[in-house]
């Protein structure tokens, strides 16, 4: 395998390893009896399901958006909050795992500026501060983050791709710091924010194999996985 393939290689598994790391805080409360919570489903797929978080009527807190959604249709089954954001673990604190993901596609040759937004799925829900991370890779990029609502800055990062030998240390060492990637942290508790990515001049001027690349984004509470 050659080096620009073994770098998109190693990349990809980043992403890999990135996926499911968000966690999201829901408030807490006193659950229903076991008995009125018996007739409920207690996993779904790999997945332990307890409450204030459930699948089906009597089986969640209502009002807060702590309704699952168990699709069985997939080997094996897949648990989403609301209809689009996956689970991958409920913890018994009121801690989710999930994955948040943005798949930008560029246009070769044009230099553009994306805006996307995320917003938790019920109004007791909240991305905890500190530890998460917004997680962009891309080439020649900036991003600044914002309040879903205002203009308030939440953070700015950018990232260049011009040293391919740089590159392949920081992806082989599983590293983000403005070499292919970089990462903005919350440090507020949120329910929803906003972010933009533009294109600088070096997008027009990188190596074929990077000028098609979709630009990735993701949250994650931790980003330091080693290659194996």
Same mark, same amino acid.
Not at 3 to 28: D, F, K, P
């Given at each position: 395998? !050659?080096?620009?393939?073994?770098?998109?290689?190693?990349?990809?598994?980043?992403?890999?390893?990135?996926?499911?790391?968000?966690? @999201?805080?829901?408030? $807490?409360?006193?659950?229903?009896?076991?008995?009125?919570?018996?007739?409920?489903?207690?996993?779904c /797929?790999?997945?332990?399901?307890?409450?204030?978080?459930?699948?089906?009527?009597?089986?969640?807190?209502? !009002?807060?958006?702590?309704?699952?959604?168990?699709?069985?249709?997939?080997?094996?089954?897949?648990?989403?909050?609301?209809?689009?954001?996956?689970?991958?673990?409920?913890?018994?604190? /009121? &801690?989710?795992? +999930? *994955? @948040? @993901?943005f798949?930008?596609?560029?246009? =070769? /040759?044009?230099?553009?500026? &994306?805006?996307? $937004?995320?917003?938790?799925?019920?109004?007791?829900? &909240?991305?905890?501060?500190?530890? #998460?991370?917004?997680l962009?890779?891309?080439?020649?990029?900036?991003?600044?983050?914002?309040?879903?609502? *205002?203009?308030?800055?939440? /953070?700015?990062?950018? *990232? #260049?791709?011009?040293?391919?030998?740089?590159?392949?240390?920081?992806?082989?060492?599983?590293?983000? $710091?403005?070499?292919?990637?970089?990462?903005? #942290?919350?440090?507020?508790? @949120? *329910? +929803?924010?906003?972010?933009?990515?533009?294109?600088?001049?070096e997008?027009?001027?990188? =190596? $074929?194999?990077? +000028?098609?690349?979709?630009?990735?984004?993701?949250?994650?509470?931790? &980003?330091?996985? =080693? =290659?194996?």
């Open positions: 395998m !050659g080096a620009a393939a073994m770098l998109l290689a190693t990349m990809r598994l980043l992403i890999m390893c990135l996926t499911t790391s968000v966690v @999201i805080l829901g408030t $807490s409360g006193a659950p229903p009896s076991a008995e009125e919570l018996a007739h409920c489903p207690k996993a /797929g790999d997945v332990n399901i307890s409450y204030p978080y459930g699948v089906g009527n009597g089986c969640f807190r209502p !009002g807060g958006g702590f309704e699952l959604t168990c699709d069985d249709t997939t080997k094996p089954p897949k648990l989403f909050l609301g209809n689009t954001t996956e689970i991958h673990d409920i913890y018994t604190d /009121g &801690y989710v795992n +999930a *994955s @948040i @993901i798949n930008i596609a560029t246009t =070769p /040759g044009v230099l553009g500026a &994306y805006n996307r $937004s995320w917003e938790t799925p019920g109004r007791s829900l &909240y991305i905890q501060e500190g530890e #998460t991370k917004l962009v890779i891309g080439c020649g990029i900036e991003v600044n983050m914002f309040h879903a609502d *205002s203009d308030e800055s939440l /953070g700015y990062c950018s *990232s #260049t791709c011009r040293d391919i030998a740089v590159m392949q240390k920081e992806a082989v060492g599983m590293s983000c $710091s403005g070499i292919g990637c970089c990462t903005i #942290t919350f440090h507020t508790t @949120i *329910s +929803a924010f906003r972010f933009s990515v533009t294109q600088g001049e997008a027009q001027q990188l =190596p $074929s194999m990077f +000028a098609n690349a979709t630009i990735k984004a993701f949250l994650a509470d931790a &980003y330091d996985y =080693p =290659p194996n």
